[in-house]
């Protein structure tokens, strides 16, 4: 389960990367080329909208379906276990966010640059 959050921790890092670099002062020349690059991986990086919402749906799923772990009958090993759970849920919904909010940042930025 682990290795889905680290391909979307990688992706959201390249996104962050690539929004940098579009956004940074740089001659027009090497401006336009990385600018056709990236428009050239737009359309193939579109995958990380479904995967990120599939992976939404799946944390929403397992909230709802989770144990609660409230009262006297819960040790404290249950209890940090119960809450680094739920650290861990929202760590990865801010990751999917992020992620989409990304790649929708970074499909405007190009339009910007050329008109």
């Given at each position: 389960?682990?290795?889905?959050?680290?391909i979307l921790t990688y992706v959201v890092a390249a996104?962050?990367?690539?929004?940098?670099?579009?956004?940074?002062?740089?001659p027009k020349a090497i401006k336009s080329r990385f600018v056709s690059l990236i428009s050239l991986t737009l359309q193939p990086s579109l995958f990380i909208i479904p995967f990120a919402?599939?992976?939404?749906?799946d944390i929403y799923w397992k909230n709802e379906h989770r144990l609660m772990c409230t009262g006297e009958i819960c040790t404290a090993a249950e209890r940090d276990r119960y809450e680094r759970s739920i650290y861990k849920a929202q760590r990865n919904a801010i990751l999917c966010v992020a992620a989409c909010l990304l790649y929708w940042y970074i499909c405007l930025i190009p339009w910007d640059l050329i008109f």
């Open positions: 389960m682990a290795l889905q959050w680290m996104e962050a990367a690539i929004a940098i670099l579009l956004t940074l002062p740089s919402g599939f992976q939404l749906l």
